[in-house]
């Protein structure tokens, strides 16, 4: 596979696996959990790379992923316990947990190849040369396999607790009282997050995975009506974006993860205004025509 | 008479320390209509949710046919109030109401063509087959009404428990609500509905719970709706002037609605 390719699919898998879970976090209103999460697993990264002394994806993943359902419980704690509002609870959450993350990265590993320009801003550019290595035979780039892997992950978690993640986000009160724990899919959710978020994290960057979260997932509202369809359309618009990106930054000489997050902010503003039924545009062109919706 | 189905013992609900409900204590018999009354913020709505186990309780015991509540959660059937879940969700009419069968449905499977089937049955129950694909948020108020009550139904419960399920609905829609409350009613079912409409409540309810934090009265409608007793419920000597406004109120929200 030739470098380009490479890059060109490792974006794709790191936006598809990040659209499909952000696409949850939209309809629960907790977008900017991802966001919180996706900074505060700094410190497990850094905790494990001190930890295991390597670069080792499984170290950093288990870090990463026990940090995110951190963040998620202390949220929820100071939100329930304290009398701390939500955005205030995950506001307070992820900025201490990313500062601790920062100092210990920049006390302790500062003279290591760990540094907090490749976790803030990630750099795809080099993934094919990153090869992951058994033995003496080399089976490829290292982020490809656990992208691939993340990405098979979330696409599983999705497909089989389908109907259960549907009615939590939808309405978590008939699930509490159908039996279906809502704080079991909190947490898998969020443990998902951490994981998809952390191995998203090499090739596109922390600040660049909130947009994988969040634009695709919101462009893909704006254009269905059904969930399914939401959740495919997230990830091909996710996986486009990555396509689009390579392609741009190519052109333009430029950062492919900062290209990558600015087409999915194009394809947005798109869907904002030229949705078949809810873009902007869409609507005042046609509301001339048709009758609204009838409302009692 | 017949037996008790539903037993609430000592309820206390706190919300931040301070008391909403306290002290209840009450028996519901099988196949019986019940009407919830009491003024705002009498906790009306949070004994129900105290049940469902949505709200801690802070004391209370509740045996549901002699079980504890926990195992026998799946015989209730809940339709919280519309305002309580967001009808953007992208999602139709025929899909909140196979949500009511998930219960039924074992971990990592899907719902069945069967569990389909019955949930436009149900559907149809409510004369909103032809809305089946329709997109929620399109729906009147209504019609989403009726959606939670289809879903309700599709649960195939022995109790439901319903929260204001006449507020901000047509006449239709009412009409079609008590329609099916009274089939429910036939084949033994027992509903509990929180009400605010008094001037309803001998005409659809027969029994009434009068509440406001405390239990005021529970029996039948004959006995319970008196005008001292809902004089004692809605407080003092202002009570049926409260009552009225509140109605006065609910109604003016309701035209703001329309």
């Known amino acids: 596979m030739s470098g380009t390719l490479i890059i060109i699919f ?55 992923g026990a940090l995110g359902l951190i963040t998620a419980f202390i949220t929820e704690t100071l939100h329930r316990a304290g009398r701390v ?4 609870s995950i506001g307070v959450t992820f900025t201490w947990l990313f500062a601790i993350g920062v100092i ?14 490749c976790v803030l801003y990630g750099e795809i550019a080099y993934v094919p040369w990153d090869t992951w290595i058994i033995g003496r035979t080399s089976l490829g780039p290292r982020a490809l396999w656990l992208l691939g892997g993340v990405f098979l992950l979330d696409l599983l978690f999705v497909v089989f607790c389908y109907k259960e993640l549907k009615l939590t986000t ?14 079991l899919f909190h947490y898998l959710l969020m443990g998902a997050v951490s994981l998809t978020t952390v191995a998203a994290f090499e090739s596109v960057g922390a600040i660049l995975v909130v947009a994988m979260l969040v634009a695709p997932a919101a462009t893909a509202y704006l254009l269905t009506d059904r969930l399914s369809t939401m959740l495919i359309l997230a990830m091909v618009i996710g996986a486009l974006c990555s396509v689009f990106g390579y392609f741009m930054a190519h052109a333009l000489d430029a950062s492919i993860a900062g290209a990558m997050a600015t087409v999915a902010g194009i394809f947005f503003a798109a869907a904002f205004l030229f949705a078949p039924r809810h873009g902007l545009v869409t609507r005042r062109f046609l509301g001339r025509f048709t009758i609204p919706a009838e409302r009692a | 008479m017949t037996k008790s189905i539903l037993s609430v013992r000592d309820l206390s609900v706190a919300y931040h320390r301070r008391p909403v409900l306290w002290n209840i204590n009450c028996d519901f018999r099988q196949g019986r209509l019940i009407g919830i009354v009491g003024p705002n913020g009498a906790g009306k709505s949070t004994f129900i949710k105290a049940i469902m186990g949505l709200v801690p309780m802070a004391s209370g015991v509740i045996r549901v046919f002699d079980e ?41 499977r899907r719902p069945s063509r069967q569990h389909r089937a019955f949930a436009l049955e149900c559907l149809a129950k409510l004369g909103m087959a032809e809305f089946s694909h329709r997109q929620i948020s399109q729906l009147s108020g209504g019609q989403q009404q009726r959606v939670f009550l289809a879903r309700a139904l599709a649960q195939e419960a022995d109790i439901y428990l ?12 009412e009409q079609a609500i008590i329609i099916l409350m009274r089939e429910l009613k036939s084949r033994g079912k027992t509903i509990v509905v929180v009400h605010h409409d008094l001037q309803t409540v001998p005409e659809y309810f027969d029994d009434v719970m009068l509440i406001n934090q405390r239990l005021v009265a529970f029996g039948t409608t004959r006995e319970v709706f008196t005008e001292q007793k809902i004089h004692e419920t809605y407080g003092g000597r202002l009570s049926m002037l409260t009552a009225v406004g509140e109605q006065m109120v609910k109604r003016g929200e309701e035209g703001a609605r329309l």
């Open chain 2, 68 to 108: 504890p509540i926990h195992k026998a959660r799946h015989l209730i059937g809940y339709v919280p109030q519309r305002g309580s879940v967001d009808w953007d969700f992208p999602t139709n009419a025929l899909d909140v109401v196979l949500m009511g069968r998930y219960g039924k449905i074992p971990l990592f």
């Open chain 1, 170 to 183: 939808f309405d978590p009160q008939l699930a509490h009282s159908v039996g279906i724990s809502t704080r």
């Open chain 2, 162 to 173: 319903m929260d204001e399920p006449f507020a901000g609905v047509d006449a239709a829609t």
């Open chain 1, 10 to 64: 490792t974006g794709m898998l790191a936006a598809a696996s990040c659209s499909l879970l952000g696409s949850f976090l939209i309809l629960r209103r907790m977008s900017m959990l991802g966001d919180a999460i996706s900074h505060a697993v700094l410190p497990g990264i850094a905790l494990a790379f001190l930890f295991s002394n390597s670069r080792h994806p499984l170290p950093m993943l288990i870090g990463a």
């Open chain 1, 85 to 88: 509002q939500q955005d205030a």
């Open chain 1, 104 to 117: 210990l990265i920049s006390a302790y590993a500062g003279h290591v190849d760990l540094d907090q320009e």
